[in-house]
Structure formats: structure tokens, C-alpha cells
């Protein structure tokens, strides 16, 4: 642990709407793949929490889901989780797309932060997508709107300015010893973030046939030797989705396996069998028994 007088440690959460690039922001943060990505907004369900710790300091991230209008339990769940951690944390990132037009659902959530006392860094994401007049007309237009302590622009998905964001993160939180060890990179269980591999793997390559009636549970993680075993299972919510998922001749299933066993072995650095099952579970995004057993809890609502 550090201990140094001039050490800063302390909790920043990512938010923005689906889809702005949050969970691609903070794998490239702490420099390795935790939180699922995809092109489909709403991938991400849970907080899921980060550590990066450097000379200067300690930075625990949460990954929150994107604040949307919710239309189900589980739509529920993801926002409560999201707005939830504003009050929570010392530093809040605001993500963004490079554009002047400010839609409802940004302004959605300029009302929500104009109420928090917490510092304010807004990060304009995507910033290789556009000319570099296209971002100075995007910082005017969000300038008007709030006062940040901050406004960064970056690229996730290329790496640009990210060093300059983690130095305008660490001059907004307290001095104080770390949180965890050094070591540490997240507080995910490994059973969860191999669920959620597989569940980023079926959402590419199902593409817009399920959008989001798909789950993921690990049954079973086994070492045996220089082997991993695991078993896991795709819930999804009618008959029909089952045999998207499964495909002719079990061909999509097949492929959203050896897909998730490359990344998992990657991860894991060991050999992987993963064997994946489907099952039906009617209208589980709906259920407060079906939400708790795959791993979104009452208690984060």
C-alpha cells in the first residue's frame, strides 16, 4: 500500500448516455479489457469497479450503465445504478460526443448534475471521428450549458489525450492512502467478468436480432491441470431467441464460443473448454427473483 504524504487516492464515476464510449474510456485507463464493449447501446448492466494506481496516486473507477429512459425492471435497475454513484464519488466524468446539438437525454442529465456538488470533468469522447473545429464548436456549445472544473477532449479508442485526462482526474481528489493493493485491477469476481465476455460475444455477433433479452451465468470454473472448465449458460426470453442463438446446425453458438474461449484465455493465460448452453426464461428483464439470480441486485436500486 502507499502511504506517501503527497499520495491522492479516491472514487470517479464514468457516466453519459448509451453508448458514448464509457466502458471502452476505462479499459483504456487501467490499460487491459474489464468492462464488455460493443456498438449496441446499454451494454453495460452493473457498476463495475477499476483500479488504477500510479506514483502520484490511486483512481477506483465505477463503469456505470448509460442514463436512459428506462422501459423494463432491468432499464429500472441500470439508471438507478447509474445516478446513484454521482453522490458517491469524488470526481465525475461526463462523456460525451462531439457535437453542438444537445439532445433531451443530454439535458437529462445536465438537470441531474446541476444538483451534485461534486467536481464536474467533462470528457468529449470520439475526438478522431471529427475535425478538430468540430470539437472547439462542441466545448462552446456544453460551456453554456454548465461549469465544469474540466473539459478534456480524448479518444478512447486510440489512446489520444487519455494521459492528460488521468492529470486532470488526480487534481481533483483528496490526499490519503490507496484503497488496494497495488495489484489490483477490479473488485469483479472472475466468474462474472467470463459471463460477461460471453455476453459481449453474443451481442457482436447476433448484431440486432436480440438487442438485449440476453444473459449470461457461469455454472461451473474448474481448474484441472493446465486446463480451465467452464460452463455457461445464455438466458434468453422466448423460443425464438434460443434458435437465433443456437443458429443452423448450432453454427452461432459455436462461433460466439470460440470468440469468448480467445478472450478468456487471454485473460486467464491457460488453455479454456468452454462449453455454453441456452435457455428460456420468459420475460426475465421483468423479474425481480430472474434480475437477482444473474447478477443485478436489489440492493444497488
Known amino acids: ?9 479516491g472514487f470517479v464515476t464514468l457516466i453519459g448516455r448509451p453508448n458514448v464510449g464509457k466502458s471502452t474510456l476505462m479499459n483504456r485507463l487501467i490499460g487491459q479489457k474489464i468492462a464488455i464493449t ?6 453495460t448492466r452493473n457498476r463495475i469497479q477499476t483500479v488504477l494506481t500510479l506514483e502520484e496516486g490511486q483512481i477506483v473507477f465505477l463503469d456505470t450503465p ?3 429512459k428506462a422501459k423494463n425492471k432491468l432499464g429500472d435497475y441500470m439508471v438507478n445504478a447509474a445516478e446513484k454513484t454521482l453522490e458517491e464519488v469524488d470526481v465525475i466524468l461526463w462523456l460525451v460526443e462531439p457535437t453542438d446539438y444537445i439532445g433531451a437525454g443530454e439535458r437529462h442529465i445536465i438537470e441531474r448534475l446541476k444538483k451534485t456538488r461534486t467536481p464536474v470533468i467533462l470528457v468529449i469522447n470520439k475526438t478522431d471521428t471529427v475535425k478538430k473545429e468540430e470539437v472547439l464548436t462542441s466545448i462552446n ?5 454548465l461549469e465544469f472544473q474540466e473539459i478534456v477532449p480524448v479518444s478512447a479508442l486510440k489512446g489520444n489525450n487519455t494521459a492528460e485526462l488521468v492529470k486532470c482526474i488526480l487534481k481533483y481528489l483528496p490526499y490519503g492512502p490507496a484503497f488496494y493493493d497495488e495489484d489490483t ?13 460471453v455476453r459481449e460475444k453474443a451481442l457482436r455477433l447476433l448484431e440486432d436480432e436480440i438487442p438485449h433479452g440476453v444473459a449470461v451465468t457461469v455454472e461451473s470454473m474448474k481448474e484441472k491441470g493446465k486446463i480451465c472448465h467452464i460452463e455457461a449458460t445464455l438466458i434468453c426470453e422466448r423460443e425464438s431467441h434460443k434458435g437465433i442463438i443456437i443458429g443452423k446446425g448450432g453454427q452461432m453458438l459455436k462461433q460466439i464460443g470460440t470468440a469468448a474461449r480467445i478472450e478468456i484465455e487471454k485473460m486467464l493465460e491457460m488453455q479454456v473448454n468452454l ?14 427473483i430472474l434480475l437477482k439470480n444473474f447478477g443485478y441486485h436489489s440492493k444497488d436500486r
Open 275 to 288: 462449453k455454453l448452453w441456452v435457455k428460456v426464461r420468459k420475460d426475465w428483464r421483468d423479474s425481480d
Open 1 to 9: 500500500m502507499k502511504e506517501k504524504q503527497d499520495f491522492k487516492s
Open 66 to 68: 448509460g442514463i436512459h
Open 141 to 145: 456549445a456544453y460551456r453554456q450549458e
Open 185 to 197: 485491477v477490479t473488485d469483479q469476481p472472475m466468474r462474472q467478468i467470463v459471463a460477461e465476455l
Open 38 to 43: 460493443s456498438r449496441k447501446p446499454q451494454t
